[in-house]
Nanobody, 124 residues
């Protein structure tokens, strides 16, 4: 019933930009933290960016300064703006949401809902 539908991935050249979108259905996540994760082949899944219900944000060190996470609570939609993309940004990107309001937004165990993933490939 609850689904997170992602869009915006694709193939871009180094230095290009992409805007990922995540549109949940089945329930509202306006009072819950949401985030973007990524996983490259042979590597562990890592948190890229997260945003709390109150608007606090977190960014991983590597993409920090090149990405911006935001949310539109009226549309129940999450975004990730990615600029100055590098080949090392190539990965499957997943949208995730916490299932319980009030959970610390950097508590990774709280992310119970996941999208299907959207592929981002950056060529050099």
């Amino acid at each position: 019933q609850v689904q997170l539908v992602e869009s915006g991935g694709g193939l871009v050249q180094a230095g290009g930009s992409l805007r990922l979108s995540c549109a949940p259905s089945g329930r509202s996540f306006s009072n819950n933290a949401m985030g973007w994760f990524r996983q490259a082949p042979g590597k562990e899944r890592e948190l890229v960016a997260a945003i709390s219900s109150a608007g606090s944000t977190y960014y991983a060190d590597s993409p920090k300064g090149r990405i911006t996470i935001s949310r539109d609570k009226t549309k129940n939609t999450l975004y990730l703006q990615m600029n100055s993309l590098k080949p090392e940004d190539t990965a499957m990107y997943y949208c995730a949401a916490q299932g319980r309001s009030g959970t610390y937004y950097l508590n990774l165990r709280g992310y119970n809902y996941w999208g299907q993933g959207t592929q981002v490939t950056v060529s050099s």
